[in-house]
């Protein structure tokens, strides 16, 4: 069974870090593409940050890249956001997910965790 759990949300204020973390099973973690995906109510779904397979290559949604930073470990079937310098606007549900290639398309990713809360206060 394909699973996806992702931790490490909570309420901080503007200025702190957090750091996501995406535990996955079900699956052959190294064979797919990871993905994080952010989401506010009544909004659609936005790209936050991809990596590859083995972690060639990295990308990052050119307004967060000087804040957040995407990583895996293949050895512990883990994915995970460093999100720094928060802001109250980066307040969403955050979501990972995989996908067969790199992609910032959310259509074309396959598994989906739940998603965890992330509140910036002001």
């Known amino acids: 069974q394909v699973r996806l759990e992702e931790s490490g949300g909570g309420l901080v204020q503007a200025g702190d870090s957090l750091r996501l973390s995406c535990a996955a099973s079900g699956f052959s973690f190294v064979s797919y593409c990871m993905g994080w995906f952010r989401q506010v109510p009544g909004k659609e779904r936005e790209f936050v940050a991809a990596?590859?397979?083995?972690?060639?290559?990295?990308y990052h949604e050119t307004s967060k890249k000087e804040r957040f930073t995407i990583s895996r470990d293949n050895t512990k079937n883990a994915l995970y956001l460093q999100m720094n310098n928060l802001k109250p606007e980066d307040t969403a549900t955050y979501y990972c997910?995989?996908?067969?290639?790199?992609?910032?398309?959310?259509?074309?990713?396959?598994?989906w965790g739940q998603g965890t809360q992330v509140t910036v206060s002001s």
């Open positions: 990596i590859s397979w083995r972690s060639e290559t990295a």
């Open positions: 997910a995989a996908a067969k290639n790199l992609t910032w398309v959310a259509e074309e990713y396959d598994f």
